[in-house]
């Protein structure tokens, strides 16, 4: 397994990854309708205009099998609403339902912790439907939940969960 920065050829692969853990983690969680209607093209373009915006502070990195196929994928950077504690964000991490419970997540979030300590952020949090079957993967990284909020996902109301690490410091060997 290899941890390597995103590049733009990487985008297709990226959105695999992305609609096929979508349609794993949140089946009888979203719609059905909804989540058979997520198209690889449209997330596609998608990351293809994320990693063209990368700037300096935002991120994405992915996850390699030994045959050089993307299975996984993280982005972070600065966090985006202004919260006064937490100063970094994990974005998004996602691995293919055949890869979970490898290490693959483990390793992907201490990329995102490592660019975020070398940008002197010592604190991160990040935003998890609370139904999300994969939640306990951040409670065992020592993520503490910090607070929820309402939001919509597939034409339904859904509650999103933040779960957050006051210190970074904790992370450092995540990956090792």
């Not at 045959?67 to 994990?90: H, I, K, M, N, W």
């Not at 993967?137 to 919509?152: D, N, P, Q, S, V």
Request: with cysteine; proline share 2%.
């Amino acid at each position: 397994m290899f941890i390597r920065q995103a590049h733009a050829v990487d985008a297709a692969a990226i959105a695999r990854v992305h609609v096929d853990s979508w349609r794993t983690t949140y089946a009888g969680i979203l719609p059905s309708d909804f989540l058979a209607s997520l198209s690889y093209e449209e997330r596609e373009q998608f990351w293809n205009r994320a990693l063209s915006a990368l700037g300096r502070k935002t991120f994405i990195c992915v996850a390699e099998d030994d045959e050089g196929r993307v299975v996984g994928f993280a982005s972070g950077g600065p966090e985006r609403e202004g919260d006064p504690v937490y100063r970094g964000e994990l974005y998004a991490i996602y691995v293919l339902e055949q890869c979970q419970r490898l290490g693959i997540g483990r390793r992907l979030a201490a990329a995102v912790v490592r660019r975020l300590v070398e940008q002197r952020i010592d604190s991160m949090l990040l935003w998890v439907l609370a139904d999300n079957p994969s939640r306990g993967f951040y409670e065992t990284l020592g993520a503490r939940r910090i607070r929820e909020k309402a939001a919509k996902v597939g034409g339904i109301e859904v509650i999103e969960v933040a779960y957050g690490w006051s210190t970074l410091r904790d992370l450092s060997n995540l990956g090792a």
